[in-house]
């Protein structure tokens, strides 16, 4: 589940195709020939909490009040002490190298923070939707910033 194809850069360490300097020793890839090449996904950052509670992005996720283990995932139990959050509120999970975020029906929504219209996006249930380094998103009351592990 967590290979995917990438690219290496002159010293061969392994990269998302997109990455425009190399993950591990900085150097450039612009200059290289990108062959596409098997290998594992590395952490391709992290999840940054309202509280300072911070999660790599290295597995799947469910996030809630008090999520159901699932095969394959990881659980993050949110202290909630609004009560904002369903007890199974969203999963993080993975689409080759982008996050992918996704509401499970929760009761109060998930919702991405929209820079352009300075406003929220409620995500639709089961309806998932690839976040992008920086954002901020809102599981009932409570917030979480994505910080990618990539240089751009």
Excluded: K
């Excluded at 609004?82 to 969203?90: I, Q």
Aim: one cysteine or more.
């Amino acid at each position: 589940r967590n290979e995917v194809q990438g690219i290496r850069c002159s010293r061969s360490h392994f990269n998302n195709p997109r990455a425009a300097y190399c993950q591990v020793c900085g150097i450039s890839m612009i200059h290289l020939t990108h062959r596409l090449v098997p290998g594992q996904r590395p952490t391709l950052g992290f999840i940054v909490f309202d509280d300072g509670a911070t999660f790599a992005l290295d597995r799947s996720y469910r996030l809630g009040r008090q999520p159901d283990p699932a095969a394959h995932v990881d659980i993050i139990a949110i202290v909630d002490s609004e009560h904002s959050l369903s007890r199974h509120h969203a999963d993080l999970s993975f689409d080759g190298w982008d996050v992918v975020l996704t509401d499970r029906g929760s009761t109060n929504g998930t919702f991405v923070w929209n820079e352009t219209a300075s406003s929220w996006d409620r995500l639709a249930p089961d309806s998932p939707r690839v976040v992008a380094t920086g954002s901020h998103v809102a599981l009932g009351r409570r917030t979480f910033t994505y910080e990618s592990a990539t240089r751009s």
